[in-house]
């Protein structure tokens, strides 16, 4: 965030109360709900609503850096998101409401919801797939992306649900960390009226993935695509024959029930562990509790299952409320910029939740889009992702909430599984820009460098709470050297935050590497080894220069090798190397030449200058630098080769 940026948010001072309609109906609207004095068997309370095969001995054990929760319960995700509301009338309820990209629809009722999830999981089964195996789904946002996560998570075959946008060089890497034995894809998607070539993408991922036995492909599109004989398989042929249902296997509260794959401060993304009962408990009381969320409600988070906000805010958290869930396929201006609003009009969509990007650039459509439609089934709105400026806010708040629907400014990480700093609509006085409070149970603070709560710091979480990692997959190193190395026994989040005189906090973005551009994590780092890759590159150091819609656009300074001429031509072909390496989402927005790279003595690059270079600002202190000269020559090389 830059220091302007920073100023206009902390000199925010308007403040949104909670109406007295929204109060009447809200669920949770009593304030003495966060004065917890025992944070275990608040979740406890969470956990006594859902189902279990059998009750847990025990809430916590925590042994830093390790917990564990509902010890010895045995549960089923699933189950507790389909069957569990099979007896009621719900049964008939639309738990899927889809839209593709063209404009088609398909409702799935929870009845229905339950026969293909049990139909897949048979064919699962009938491959060989057992409990314990890992599985890569690789789909476009289609309610097979649904049907499958929950099939794995029925079958106890926990999913690593990589993005469609990654190209077949992440897919590959993702593939060969988690040792998964089947992928499933589609022959492709709809993005912008074009195909997402999932299936040629997977074909070539495919060559250097020696754990893929089977590849299962949906016909999403019906185009021609290529078939490998034993390998590959169509959906409708393994699913077609299998029967109706499918027992729910009985897994053990800390059985692993997913991996997500998300970037750090190395060039290696890291299969972030999530286990059952705990995460099922903390999703289920934040959908509950933050969005409010009840029967008649049709709830639509605008995120791609490919991210953690798709795992728990698009498929498991509304489920496990027996809500509907609202999926879209396609991109947000597409026919029109105006495509979401259609949707929310469409469906009479009540709660929807998006990132601040995407709220950024409605912003700069115009206001008249938005008011072209009626838009007045919504009450609730929400933001995730990265900070929001106030005044992104204020438009949500006016444009879409047309004066009358709480916003959740909603804070958390793929490593936190869900929510953890939140208004609750019907209790907390918003502040445009602030997530506000922590969620109760949780253990939120703010720490200087000594580990003393100040108003400015870092943001760490003190206790354990349900959703919480587990660890990086095959690598309890990295955990431990990543989360718990900073503070004895606290979870460090990897962000700055600030808190007001009332005890709100006002999330200021990463202090590490991590860049986020359009809502996606990306690592500087991840970008630097995949330029490196190429042969002209000597070296390569990526920063995240702020950018008004985006939060983030990449800025890579490159070094080439010598007799290397730098030219535009070139400048493409390295930006499309990192879209080949990582995939579109990771393209640099600009290549700077340079003929060295600012150093410390000690030879550590000197990001904060290379900031300061790319955002127009006057050189920090250079003091330390290894050879003043850099700086000069940047100014001259830099700027004029752009
Ligand atoms: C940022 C997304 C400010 C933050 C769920 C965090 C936010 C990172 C907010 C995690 C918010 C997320 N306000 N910043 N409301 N929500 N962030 O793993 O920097 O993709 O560390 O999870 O997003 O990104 P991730």
């Known amino acids: 965030m830059t220091s302007k940026a920073l100023d206009t948010l902390l000199k925010e001072e308007r403040t949104f109360k909670p109406t007295p309609n929204f109060i009447k109906q809200a669920i949770m609207k009593d304030k003495n709900i966060y004065k917890q004095n025992n944070k275990q068997k608040f979740w406890e309370g969470f956990a006594r609503e859902l189902h279990w095969f059998k009750k847990w001995d025990k809430i916590l054990e925590w042994t830093p850096p390790n917990a564990k929760w509902f010890i010895n319960g045995k549960t089923n995700l699933t189950f ?8 009621t009338w719900k049964r008939t309820k639309a738990a899927i409401i889809w839209e593709g990209e063209p404009g088609e629809t398909r409702t799935l009722t929870y009845q229905e919801l339950h026969r293909e999830v049990c139909q897949f999981a048979n064919a699962l089964k009938s491959l060989g797939i057992k409990k314990g195996d890992r599985i ?21 075959a926990p999913h690593s649900v990589v993005f469609g946008g990654f190209s077949s060089d992440s897919l590959r890497d993702r593939i060969n960390d988690s040792k998964s034995k089947i992928v499933i894809t589609a022959d492709g998607g709809w993005r912008k009226g074009s195909i997402v070539p999932l299936k040629a993408n997977t074909d070539e991922a495919l060559r250097e993935t020696p754990s893929i036995e089977k590849v299962i492909v949906v016909k999403r599109i019906g185009n021609e695509i290529s078939m490998t004989k034993k390998r590959d398989l169509l959906w409708n042929d393994i699913v077609k024959t299998q029967p ?16 997500l794959y998300t970037s750090g401060t190395t060039g290696k993304p890291k299969g972030i562990v999530h286990t059952t009962g705990g995460y099922m408990t903390g999703v289920y009381a934040t959908t509950k509790w933050i969005f409010d969320i009840k029967d008649s409600d049709i709830f639509w988070c605008s995120a791609d299952v490919g991210w953690v906000t798709g795992h728990s805010y698009v498929v498991y958290g509304p489920l496990l409320n027996g809500a509907t869930t609202l999926l879209y396929e396609g991109a947000p201006n597409y026919p029109d910029n105006d495509r979401f609003w259609s949707i929310i009009a469409k469906h009479r969509v009540n709660i929807f939740y998006t990132a601040p990007t995407a709220i950024r650039s409605f912003m700069k459509f115009g206001k008249e889009l938005p008011q072209k439609h009626d838009m007045s089934s919504l009450r609730l709105l929400g933001t995730v992702g990265e900070p929001i400026n106030p005044e992104a806010w204020i438009w949500y708040y006016e444009a879409i909430g047309r004066n009358n629907c709480p916003i959740v400014d909603t804070w958390w990480q793929t490593e936190t599984g869900h929510i953890l700093i939140s208004p609750l609509p019907g209790i907390t006085k918003l502040k445009p820009g602030s997530a506000t409070i922590p969620f109760p149970g949780i253990d939120a603070d703010i720490v ?47 962000d700055g935050a600030k808190r007001d005189k009332e005890g709100y906090f006002w999330l200021l973005g990463r202090v590490d590497d991590v860049m986020k551009v359009s809502g996606h994590r990306i690592s500087t780092m991840e970008v630097e080894s995949a330029l490196v890759d190429h042969k002209v590159v000597a070296e390569a150091a990526v920063i995240g220069k702020h950018h008004d819609i985006k939060e983030n656009s990449i800025v890579a300074f490159v070094t080439l090798k010598a007799n290397i001429k730098s030219s535009t031509d070139l400048t493409d072909e390295l930006k499309n190397h990192v879209v080949k390496k990582i995939g579109s989402i990771a393209r640099p927005d600009e290549i700077l030449f340079t003929a060295e790279l600012p150093k410390t003595r000690s030879g550590k690059i000197m990001r904060r200058l290379l900031r300061d270079i790319a955002e127009g600002r006057a050189l920090g202190d250079t003091t330390t630098l290894a050879d003043s000269n850099v700086v000069r020559r940047f100014y001259v090389e830099g700027y004029t080769q752009r």
């Open 448 to 494: 200087n460098e000594k580990g003393e709560s100040v108003d400015a710091g870092y943001l760490v979480i003190k206790s354990p709470w349900p959703g919480m990692l587990r660890g990086i997959y095959g690598d309890p190193e990295r955990y431990q050297k990543q989360y718990w190395s900073q503070y004895k026994n606290w979870y460090f989040t990897g």
């Open 244 to 259: 109706y249902d499918c027992e729910a296997e009985e897994m053990d509260s800390e059985d692993l029930l997913y991996l």
């Open 80 to 87: 507790n998101c389909i069957d569990r509301h099979l007896s």
């Open 136 to 156: 890569t789904i690789y789909l476009p946002m289609i309610p097979e992306a649904a049907i499958a996560m929950l099939a794995c998570a029925r079958i106890g």
